[in-house]
């Protein structure tokens, strides 16, 4: 996993220099605010459905459903600040650098894994903070994480890269230089 992602990274940097003649277009704080609340949405979906699940699931009927649906909503109240920061400034960092090339595509690869880990390492702090909260005691929390991350590095990175794709297809909040 590691060789292919300096192997992407080798090759991003390529195409990074490949056209120094591309104009990069400006992109207005409106179209990353924008993106951001798009993507908190979707990915609160998807988180609360998968942790309902795999609480649920991990409990063996020692949860009521009424503690599954409170720690899922908890786990996605939290996400929703802290991914919302989180993914403002990763979309911001994006967006500085100098990444202009015909392949596109890659790009976004690249930028679904980084964000991917960045909400990654902060689903599965949350499933501990939200478990020593409800629960006292973080005792099946690290099952607990480690199955919504499995299962959401497959959907998230799968609906991140559709919600780039759709995002980059769209002239919101983007003023075309002209030479």
């Known amino acids: 996993m590691i060789v292919a992602i300096k192997k992407m990274i080798s090759i991003a940097k390529q195409e990074m220099q490949k056209d120094p003649k591309i104009i990069k277009p400006r992109v207005q704080r409106k179209r990353h605010i924008a993106k951001t609340i798009t993507w908190r949405i979707i990915g609160s979906i998807d988180t609360w459905v998968i942790g309902y699940i795999i609480i649920k699931f991990f409990s063996d009927g020692e949860l009521t459903n009424k503690k599954a649906i409170e720690a899922a909503s908890y786990i ?19 967006y500085g650098l100098n990444w202009i090339s015909d392949n596109q595509k890659l790009r976004h690869i690249i930028k679904t894994i980084s964000w991917r880990l960045v909400g990654a390492i902060d689903t599965i702090l949350l499933v501990f903070i939200i478990y020593y909260y409800l629960f006292n005691t973080v005792e099946g929390a690290s ?10 590095i497959i959907t998230k990175m799968v609906l991140y890269y559709l919600h780039e794709r759709v995002w980059f297809t769209s002239n919101y909040g983007v003023i075309k230089l002209t030479d």
Do not use: D, N
């Open 143 to 152: 099952e607990v994480a480690l199955s919504i991350f499995s299962i959401e």
């Open 76 to 94: 996605t109240g939290l996400e929703l600040i802290t991914k919302t920061i989180f993914y403002y400034f990763h979309e911001r960092i994006w």
